[in-house]
């Protein structure tokens, strides 16, 4: 369509500029910020937490995103909790990432929705309270009406279903990576369908705790801003062989949980650390 | 965007059955398209006759919304219907469909539109040819797909074309396939086979019995890069099962007509089957989406027009699959 080509130009170059000036903030600053730390000061650098995004996202329905922590957890000083925000998703909040001291290393990876050229932050809350965040610009359209995939029956079945992977042996007192997986469709009640004119309720999860023999490794609060079958990948320390217990709850009140044994030498699949 | 219709002939060598294309056709499509009809309708799309009585409008190796025209569409002629197989990217493509008919086959109605799959640069054009005595037909997860995905597609028509289109654009099929339906136009039949998931949770494909044409659309992707939205699994049985049926004349929704038959779906399935055992060797080895997405699939990159813009949302969609595997 030769006439619509003129448009399209004319936007990319407009979002090519936008994204060269301070404007990328104004979301952040016309409310976004203050709507979740108030007044409080965040100090914006790479030097505690680093976000990773890619630039531009393919399937903005299923974007990875990881985030590295610089600190240890120490005891005594650590990161207590990670917001992750896209600042133009309908819900700028994906999710409330709670670390512990037993995490070893508060690094997260996810595959969230991302609905506009925007910005992503991670924001690193501090056992003492103070804030740092990581900022990335990502590239991406429609993320959060469309599907990541569209083989519905199949997301369906499986609805539920839980997978927690671990590396094959374990090192006793040092950060070990974890997988969990959850099969959910993660409706986010933006789907219109177009014959009926009605949206599609949404059903997603909402809370996720995972625990080492009874002891909380890692939890969070998800909204529709993480991407459909959630999956999560994080570290925790096993000072012994056990259970590793994640309880996940959607919002129709809807509970799942699995568990699954380590040990030191265990024969499960491993996980790479990239 | 690009429109090369490049040829990737190298990577044939050594299988002689497979090894040829005919150059020639590509005249005969511009004999064929100034040949003037009885219709005064304009414009009319130009269309080819790959077999009797069967005629498609190639479509440009080109981004959907980006550019128009970029699906293969086009139609049957019986002796009493036509069937049209597939209406283009916008209501103007549609009608200029329609004028091809015209001109082709004066005096036969068009009784039936055939949706291959919910993809707008298959479907968008159906409203030209929404009227009394006009059937839709598509698989039975076609109206699901519509009602789910129809909003997403009407936003990206707004967002990258600036389109304004309105819901009626989606025109929902009427009568769907569960299995198998056989459509008689009058000295033909077709058969629609509503395949499981593969390209899309929906695929139809469609054989002429008079001319054993087998229209795939997008079952079958050649020199454009393949879009995988529902089941690298599904898809690799699908061709599988395929190959062993006796065709005469393949039409991709993608890419040349001249592909021989079995031949035109190897490259596919070898790209198919290398993204599904890098991205299995990638979840057993433990790497993170991210990771593979990088890794996965390269040494296909310089074999697929449009590779940079589909791949990696290939991968992705293979690993969100793969990783459920037991």
Known sequence: MKYASLPFTVLVLLCQVAS????????????????????????????????????????????????????????????KTVYLIVDKNPGALVGKFNFTPKSGRADLELRIRVNAYTPVRAVAEMSDGELHMSRRFVKASGGCSAPAGTDMDAAM????????????????????LVQLMVSHPNFNGMQMDQVTRLYRPAHFVRQVRVSFEGEEIFSAETTIG??????????????SEGELTAEVIDTNDLKFTHSSGVSFASSTKGLAQN | MTKLRSRHDAVHTGRTPCATRWPWLACLVVLMSSNAGASQCE???????????????????????????????????????????????????????????ERKAPSIPVCYVINSHVHPDHVFGNLAFKAPGVEFIGHKNLPRAMSILGGVFLERAQAQAGRALAADYLVVPERTVEDELRLDLGGRVLLLKAHPSAHTDHDLS?????????????????????????SIGGWIAALTELRGQEVRHVVPG??????????????????????????????????????????????????????????????ARAFSELEWED
């Open chain 1, 157 to 176: 079945a499986r609805l539920g279903k839980m997978k927690l992977k671990t590396a094959e042996e374990l090192t006793e007192g040092e950060p070990n």
């Open chain 1, 20 to 79: 060269a000036t301070p404007d990328q903030d104004a979301v952040w600053l016309g409310g976004l910020k203050a709507a979740y730390f108030g007044d409080r000061a965040i100090t914006e650098s790479d030097d505690v937490v680093e976000l990773d995004a890619p630039i531009r996202a393919e399937n903005a329905a299923l974007v990875p995103v990881s985030i590295k922590a610089k600190l240890p957890q120490s005891g005594d000083r650590y990161i």
């Open chain 1, 226 to 239: 993480v991407s459909e079958n959630p999956n999560f990948r994080f570290y925790f320390v096993p000072d």
């Open chain 2, 206 to 230: 469609i054989f002429d019995d008079k001319t054993a044409t087998l229209w795939l659309a997008d079952l079958l992707f050649m020199d454009h890069v393949p879009v995988l939205d529902a």
């Open chain 2, 43 to 101: 414009p009319a799309t130009p269309v080819f006759e790959l077999a009797e009585g069967v005629f498609v409008r190639t479509g440009k190796t080109a981004i959907v919304f980006e550019d128009t025209e970029v699906a293969n569409v086009g139609f049957i002629v019986g002796e009493r219907c036509v069937a049209v197989i597939d209406s283009g990217g916008s209501v103007e493509e549609g009608a200029a469909l329609r004028c091809a008919i």
């Open chain 2, 254 to 315: 993608h890419g040349p007509l001249d592909g021989s038959w079995p031949c035109a779906l190897d490259d596919l399935l070898r790209y198919l089957s290398v993204v599904r055992d890098e991205t299995r060797d990638a979840i057993a080895r433990g790497d993170s989406l991210r990771s593979a997405q990088e890794r996965v699939g390269r040494s296909e990159s310089a074999r697929w027009q449009l590779f940079d813009e589909y791949h990696q949302r290939n991968v």
